[in-house]
């Protein structure tokens, strides 16, 4: 009986240690330590689906890790002939976020953003002629990567269009000195969500055909 | 003795049923079996950043139910005033995805895709004048949420452009009866990846202007 005693008293020990080392331990992540935010996102269909437009922001600033990660995520996306005909400006500075609101109307939660990406094109390293406006898919794609990682990364942001509008571009390029021949696609502000944003549902079958039109 | 034996043993039997019923357990996804894969991607950084064109598949076929994950993840995008000016033509007919290849010498591949879709654009549903060209930057979009959701299941997909050139959108717009007003944007072929395709690295930093230009 002593050995029985012995032997379970032993079998205990192990099983507990198994129990504390493997079950209770917090997972540690496999990456280097500036990795982390790369890995542990949330998954890829979930972001897609969960991003909606946030237009109102906490006064929590955007770090400038954040914000480059979320440039290297612009950056991957696809260009025709792989061109990249792009460049980004990257905005923190309170007076030249509030500066660009007074000549976008409908860019105005500027005025509370932390940061600000303006997605520019620069059609001249796309295609020449009529292949050139590739830089418009280009540049698009490469603002969708922007706001899926903004979603990912638990901040909020909005696309606010100035391209095609003349008057946009002429003053966003005014205010950020944008070299001539380079046009800005886009004003992406990016703070904090404050608040529950919604999601719509934009899915419509009737949008879909099958095979032929 | 004999009662330490006993306790032992017991607390013995607990830890194993804790050891089983925690830990070895398989950890059961919370969601139902057909929402299983919008849950279980990889994550949303890591999909932006492992996103390649790929170009060569295999002869498996992509399911219907994959392929509307690709719709829905498409029409997740953001639009202009959320116009939602778009159209997606799913194609799985292996004589169709031929008859599209003919047309259109850049995307060869559709000839070993499994499947394809044709994101199009309807301006007439975006704004009015000028800014009905959002249509592009509508679809654009839409066509990386495409991409990246393709990523994300496993699969392989490229970006093949038609707009701008007029040759590519006739041709497209004859073989798949594409109504007037209509343009399609691009033809993305989809099949699952043969072989190791490559990630480009395209992050430059002197892409990026801080603060200003």
Redesign the interface.
Known sequence: ??N??II??T??II??F??TY??LKPVKPKTKSNDI?????????????E?K?VREYTDAKVSKDMLN?L???G??????G?R?P????????KN?LKKLAEGLPYAQMLNKASAAIVVCGIPSESFSG??S??W???C??A???I???V???GLGA??T?VY??KERIDWVSK?????PG?IP??VIPIGYPSGQQKI?D???IE???????
């Open positions: 009986m002593k029985i005693a379970s008293i079998i205990n099983l507990i198994i129990l493997f079950c935010k790369i890995v542990n996102t949330k998954g890829a269909l979930k972001t897609i689906f991003r437009s990660i440039l290297k995520a950056m991957a996306s696809p260009t025709a792989n990249q792009w460049a980004f400006i990257t905005i923190t500075d030249i009529k292949e406006e590739y418009i898919q280009d698009s794609a603002s969708e990567n706001l899926l990682a979603e990912a990364l909005v696309w269009g095609p509008v205010i950020l000195h944008i070299a380079t696609l886009n719509k934009k899915y419509k949008k879909i055909h099958w095979e032929k039109w």
